[in-house]
């Protein structure tokens, strides 16, 4: 291990366990906030009413802060993947029944293409359907303020690999941010946290896979999730992906 990857490994030790020791003081002032609502809430004088509104900001305050202590966490010490036999046309056929009437409020169609056999493949169903999940929520971001537009999924099997595109004709990447694109908190949305490329990025590789993507600003984006279908094949791929990193 090099010099500056074990400075690496103890800044993310350091890290996770300060995050560790935010949430219980968190906590705490969460549920003291709560009460006090409570006793608020029971009063009908402008003061208290006055009170319980100033409460309901410090309560989403906190609660935010909460979601960003918990994605860290989660994202600092990776997943334990669970590979279970999972039917990948079905989990995507579910997630667009799920996303239909978002889709629909935003004029924008949605369309599944694949081939080959994607009913038994060897993955993390949970963690494969939030990755996919959050690449289709970009895509329907970048679709905003275009009359409409288009998602398309496609999944397929060439020969030890899965691959899986989502595409969208929407705003585009502008070159200048390529290179930020998978860093943590790198967001250009007002609310967004900037965490979901990075947790994609995190799933597709604990498979063994790697994720890339192209795109034409105005024009739209195309993700590329490629992943060996063997398991005992993930860990040479895997490696492999690693040592590109820098
Ligand atoms: N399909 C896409 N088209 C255009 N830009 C994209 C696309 N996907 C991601 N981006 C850009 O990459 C940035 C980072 O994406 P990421 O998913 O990590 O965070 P986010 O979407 O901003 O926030 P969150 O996922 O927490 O809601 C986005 O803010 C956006 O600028
Ligand atoms: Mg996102």
Known sequence: MSASSSRLEFLGQLAGGLAHEIKNPLSTIKLTLQLLEEDFVKEDSPTAKRAVRKLEVLLREVQHLDDIVQEFLTFARGHDIKLTRTNLR??????????????????????FDYEGELNNLLL??????????????????????KDGGEVILRA???????GIEIIDT???????????MFRPYFTTKKKGTGMGLPMVRRI?????????????????????????VDPEKRGSLKSMV???QP
């Open 90 to 111: 079905e989990m995507v056929v579910e997630l667009f029944e799920f996303l239909a009437d978002d889709a629909q409020a935003r004029g924008i169609r949605l369309h």
């Open 124 to 145: 993390d169903s949970t963690l494969i359907r939030q990755a996919i999940l959050n690449l289709l929520r970009n895509a329907f971001d970048a679709l905003e303020g």
């Open 156 to 162: 397929r099997i060439k020969g030890d690999l899965l």
């Open 170 to 180: 929407g705003c585009g990447i502008a070159a200048s941010n390529y290179d930020r």
């Open 204 to 228: 597709v590789e604990e498979h063994g896979g790697q994720i890339t993507f192209e795109s034409e600003e105005g024009k739209g984006t195309r993700f590329l999730i490629l992943m060996p």
């Open 242 to 244: 690693r040592s590109e």
